[in-house]
Nanobody, 124 residues
């Protein structure tokens, strides 16, 4: 059974940093495109960042470009999200997801597996 669990969230002051991790089991995620999404209260889930299966290509939402960095890890922790210069508007539940097709990496619908989210709250 595929399981993805995001962790590393918490309460952070504006301008601070946080690093999210994604623990994976039940599948081969070291060679699977991965992504991060977030959902704020009352809003739809939105794309944050994605990385191709080989790690050679990365994609970011305009709102986080230059502040967030997605990177690949190992089989058990296939993806990380380093978040710097955090803003109150980054407050949301963050989810990691896996995209076995390695296509449409900014499209929520292309991600087949989703993890339990982690709350990130940025205080002003």
């Amino acid at each position: 059974q595929v399981q993805l669990v995001a962790s590393g969230g918490g309460l952070v002051q504006a301008g601070g940093s946080a690093r999210l991790s994604c623990a994976a089991s039940g599948g081969t995620f070291s060679t699977t495109a991965m992504g991060w999404f977030r959902q704020a209260p009352g809003k739809e889930r939105e794309f944050v960042a994605a990385i191709s299966r080989g790690g050679s290509a990365t994609f970011y939402a305009d709102s986080v470009k230059g502040r967030f960095t997605i990177s690949r890890g190992n089989a058990k922790n296939p993806v990380y999200l380093q978040m710097d210069s955090l803003k109150p508007e980054d407050t949301a539940v963050y989810y990691c997801a896996a995209n076995p097709s390695n296509t449409r990496l900014t499209n929520t619908a292309a991600f087949a597996y989703w993890g339990q989210g982690t709350q990130v709250t940025v205080s002003s």
